[in-house]
T-cell receptor
Framework: NAGVTQTPKFRILKIGQSMTLQCAQD?????MYWYRQDPGMGLKLIYY???????DKGEVPNGYNVSRSTTEDFPLRLELAAPSQTSVYFC??????????????FGDGTRLSIL | GNSVTQMEGPVTLSEEAFLTINCTYT??????LFWYVQYPGEGLQLLLK?????DKGSNKGFEATYRKETTSFHLEKGSVQVSDSAVYFC???????????FGKGTHLIIQP
């Protein structure tokens, strides 16, 4: 029962570098989400997807891009890393986000530092 | 827009003490309410939920009641254990919004 798997768990980037945070789920969930968690704050939605080929912006999308070519995978890309993107990133999924009472399932997170 | 406000931490209690973590919300629609727990180094896990007014969610000795009249969803446990030490997040989901709206989290520390 893998659930939601995120890689890597930790990463240090230099300013201006790029990287992709990977997220995969094996529950055949249609809806997937990326959140960031800053110290002492709740999670903020970056991007979400309602199915393969469909993505949309959340509350804090600037500096990020996403793609959803398969149901299972939802990678998050940082093109030009900035110190403000230092955070812990969480991927989540739910079977059908249209049924808003369904809980989301979270990965263990990626801790990213931009120096 | 939607918002969730929960009590600031850290909250430090002795083992077997009674726990209350306050949570209030503002929402444009009729949200579902959730408590998630985050243990050190891990992702968020659903603790309990309630989907309509007066519903009570419960799990592992924790309870919370959806109070529409006071827009609250306070988390309670009668006797806490050291293993309950974690960060607790109150969150809401609204059919008119995307994703979950989270509170800032409450760090709970239980001392033996």
């Amino acid at each position: 029962n893998a659930g939601v798997t995120q890689t890597p768990k930790f990463r240090i980037l230099k300013i201006g570098q790029s990287m992709t945070l990977q997220c995969a789920q094996d529950m055949n969930h249609n809806y997937m989400y990326w959140y960031r968690q800053d110290p002492g704050m709740g999670l903020k939605l970056i991007y979400y997807s309602v199915g393969a080929g469909i993505t949309d912006k959340g509350e804090v999308p600037n500096g990020y891009n996403v793609s959803r070519s398969t149901t299972e995978d939802f990678p998050l890309r940082l093109e030009l890393a900035a110190p403000s993107q230092t955070s812990v990133y969480f991927c989540a999924s739910t079977q059908d986000g249209g049924y808003f009472w369904q809980p989301q399932h979270f990965g263990d997170g990626t801790r990213l530092s931009i120096l | 827009g939607n918002s969730v406000t929960q009590m600031e931490g850290p909250v430090t209690l002795s083992e077997e003490a009674f726990l209350t973590i306050n949570c209030t919300y503002t929402a444009t629609g009729y949200p579902s309410l959730f408590w998630y727990v985050q243990y050190p180094g891990e992702g968020l896990q659903l603790l309990l939920k309630a989907t309509k007014a007066d519903d009570k969610g419960s799990n592992k000795g924790f309870e919370a009641t959806y109070r529409k009249e006071t827009t609250s969803f306070h988390l309670e446990k009668g006797s806490v254990q050291v293993s309950d030490s974690a960060v607790y997040f109150c969150a809401l989901s609204d059919p008119k919004a995307d994703g979950l709206t989270f509170g800032k989290g409450t760090h709970l520390i239980i001392q033996p």
